[in-house]
């Protein structure tokens, strides 16, 4: 963790769904990290988080590979800038391996422009996402034709009732008829920004613990 990375907080409050923060580390010190106030994810909206709270915080590194550990704020700080001081992480630092890359199934409502307009702009439904791509129903009568960038925008549908609507550039990998007849293409993502691909592994997340609890539960 640098001064200047993004470091995403959840805190799950009683009887409330998950509230999730986004904040950056303005200064380090051997036991502590201070942060600026975290901005609510869902709100837009500054917020205050009370001393004692335990909170879970997740950091990309600059290899793409996502960073996890539990935390507590300890004090109100004024530095540059006021900010709030919590706990470094200890032995309970987890690195999650490449499981951003897990392709789970998702219906995510998208929207595909050819960038150099080889093609008209296409409206569906993705049939899985991970954060290094994901796959579409091709509409009948659509195609993808020609070469270039597409520019996708996304809208991701939290647990917490949350909406992220993302842009991306993608480029087409290939596209394959199912035993249906229906085409999907699937796209890979180009230049994504680690914002944006740390709340689609969010999303990707939350959708593995949905499946989970299903298979328990039946």
Known sequence: MKIGSVLTLELKKTGKKMETYRCKIIEKSEHY??????????????TFIPKGTVLKAMFMDERQNLYAFKTEIVAKVKLTVPGIAIKLPGDDLKRIQRREFVRVEAAIDVAIHSKNNSF???VTVSTDISGGGLSVIL????TMEGDG???LWLTLDMQSGEYFYINAEAELV???EQDTHVHTASLKFINLLKEDQHKIIRFSFEKQREARKKELSI
């Open 120 to 122: 008209s702009p296409i």
């Open 33 to 46: 990290l201070f942060i600026d106030y975290p901005i609510n994810e869902k709100t837009k909206k500054t």
């Open 139 to 142: 509409p009948h009568g659509k």
């Open 149 to 151: 960038p597409l520019d």
């Open 174 to 176: 290939f596209i394959k």
